[in-house]
């Protein structure tokens, strides 16, 4: 296999230099921004996220756990532990919850609970679990993924399975990895294209389960490649063969892979859609971060000379995101910038939903570096 603690000493500079730069700067923002559950920023400020359900709210905490682990700094600790008690309301609304609550527990709770053993933190990232178990649709073998839409599935969703391999160990039942792999298996065969490329949104019918039609969602349109679905299944894929050890995943991941190698090669810096006209000219950061923590994965998980793809293809995103588009002062929130919500052609979208500070772009970056740090895996 691929020797990764081999290949990062001829980026140490690089990988030591960027953990320095982020240890310093979240230590201060991690107190600052207690007791704020962040999405984005106003004039460099974390603003807090009202909507206690959004499906991004389990990044902040998800980074101070990664800052903590390589840090043991209990400014970190304190933080992700305050900001895991807020989202208890969350739980205890019901209603507000989605198929995101991987992205909001498996990395705030699931990881305080695998750190600390603390028992509270088990229970709701078994709560969460068992109400993303609850959404599978028998008939479509989709977990569903608003509930605004009866029967649709997107991507992103690749993301939030691991909250189900993690539920089956810890419980001894193989019932939530069969839901798992059921959506990755009609996830593999109607959201990637045969070249690579990933629908974000399929529709299926909610009784007979029949496949509907593709729906063009976050990207340019139907059809198109929105970098940051791409991103999902990239690195979800490749964490659904790490749980399972079935090889379509990684082989899937190594497709999904190569497309985007492929499209971000001139500069490596991530335009929001691959299939997109050229003017305007946007990027979503977020797409690269978390494409970056994937190709690690498949690094790691294939042999010796072919790993070195991966993880040359992940420096690149990670090096053009550190030169290009992170902000270390100190007296602002966010680090990485020029993250994109949706793909728009409205100019009056830029700095409000596009080219933005997004959290998980910070998230994404930091796991990434964290990885190649070499600290505890936290995910599995
Ligand atoms: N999961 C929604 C998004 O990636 O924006």
Redesign the pocket.
């Known amino acids: 296999m691929f020797d990764l603690t081999k290949a990062v000493e001829q980026d140490k500079a690089f990988i030591d230099g960027v953990w320095e730069k982020l240890d310093k700067k979240l230590s201060v923002v991690s107190e600052r921004s207690r007791d704020k559950v962040p999405y984005t920023t106003e004039n460099g400020t974390h603003i807090n996220n009202h909507n206690i359900s959004w499906?991004t709210n389990g990044f902040w905490p998800g980074l101070m756990w990664l800052m903590y682990v390589g840090t043991k700094n209990e400014t970190y600790k304190k933080t992700a532990e305050r900001t895991e008690e807020l989202l208890d309301e969350a739980l205890e609304g019901f209603f507000g919850l989605h198929h995101?609550v991987g992205f909001m527990w498996h990395i705030s709770a699931g990881v305080n609970y695998r750190i600390t053993g603390n028992e509270k933190s088990k229970v709701r990232t078994m709560y969460a679990a068992s109400t993303l178990a609850a959404r599978y649709n028998l008939n479509a073998k989709i977990i569903r993924a608003w509930n605004s839409d009866p029967c649709v599935a997107?991507i992103?969703c690749m993301m939030n399975i691991p909250l189900l391999y993690w539920a089956s160990r810890e419980i001894g039942d193989p019932r939530y990895k069969h839901i798992a792999m059921s959506h990755a298996d009609t996830t593999m065969e109607n959201h990637i294209r045969p070249d690579g490329s990933v629908k974000h949104i399929v529709e299926y019918d909610v009784e007979t389960g029949e496949y509907v039609k593709e729906i063009g969602g976050?990207g340019f349109g139907e059809h198109s490649s929105w970098s940051?679905g791409q991103a999902?299944a990239l690195h979800g894929f490749v964490l659904s063969y790490i749980h399972t050890g079935k090889q379509e995943y990684l082989d899937t991941a190594k497709r999904i892979a190569h497309y985007f190698i492929a499209c971000v090669c001139d500069d490596y810096l991530p335009k929001a859609d691959f299939r997109s006209p050229e003017e305007p000219v946007l990027y979503d950061t977020t797409a690269s971060a978390c494409a970056a923590c994937g190709l690690i994965e498949i690094a790691r998980n294939v042999p010796e000379h072919e790993g070195k793809i991966y993880y040359r293809a992940a420096i690149k995103l990670l090096k053009a995101l550190d030169a290009n588009f992170c902000n270390y002062e100190m007296d602002e929130d966010s680090i990485v910038q020029m993250g994109t919500?949706?793909w728009t052609d409205k100019p009056e979208t830029i700095g409000k939903t596009t080219h933005i500070p997004i959290i998980y772009g910070d998230y994404y970056f930091a796991e990434a570096i964290y990885k190649l740090k070499g600290f505890d895996l936290l995910f599995e």
Request: aromatic letters at 22%; hydrophobic letters at 35%; zero cysteines.
């Open positions: 499906w995101d997107i992103d976050q940051r999902w919500e949706r």
